[in-house]
């Protein structure tokens, strides 16, 4: 299995094979020195092939094990995305079962980036309805969700769900900053 920065490498050799190494250290924000190390390991496991085009430029290409590889590592990257975002709507739908024991009916999701979309898929079955503006809300007794962070809410009850579960999900990358 290859690791995240061989993936980068073969991510941008996969896209156009007459990259000078250099170029993929500009591309993939590695080293030219680990673009070098890393490129001789992809052809040592079989992974890379090479050309030689002339005595100065040589060619990279992906062989069907290099293919293979790529697919199975972004087929893990997508199971762990899905894995995560399972784990924050649950978390979400736990605030959300907590709001609702004490008595809130109606909820409101505010926003329209990818958190707000995990705070929708948790509110299902639940009152809610979704805005982008607060001028948008229309009943002041319900319970305002925001997953942006710093967003203001005007007085308005409100969770602001990214700061209440916190740093540990936002630095895996899940949602971005």
Excluded at 35 to 56: A, F, Q, Y
């Amino acid at each position: 299995m290859v690791d995240d920065n061989e993936h980068k490498v073969i991510e941008e050799i996969s896209r156009r094979q007459n990259l000078t190494q250099r170029e993929l250290s500009a591309r993939t924000n590695l080293s030219l020195g680990a673009v070098n190390i890393i490129i001789k390991r992809l052809v040592k496991r079989g992974v890379v092939k090479t050309t030689n085009l002339n005595s100065k430029k040589l060619e990279y290409a992906l062989t069907p094990k290099g293919f293979s590889e790529k697919a199975a590592k972004s087929y893990n990257y997508i199971l762990k995305t899905i894995g995560l975002v399972k784990k924050v709507k649950a978390e979400i739908a736990g605030i959300v079962l907590e709001e609702f024991n004490r008595g809130q009916r109606k909820f409101v999701v505010l926003g329209d980036d990818d958190l707000a979309d995990i705070i929708e898929l948790a509110l299902k079955g639940f009152d809610y309805e979704r805005i982008n503006e607060l001028k948008d809300l229309n009943d002041p007794k319900a319970l305002v969700l925001v997953g942006i962070r710093g967003k203001k809410t005007n007085g308005f009850r409100s969770i602001n769900i990214r700061e209440r579960l916190g740093e540990a999900y936002w630095s895996v990358g899940l949602i971005p900053e």
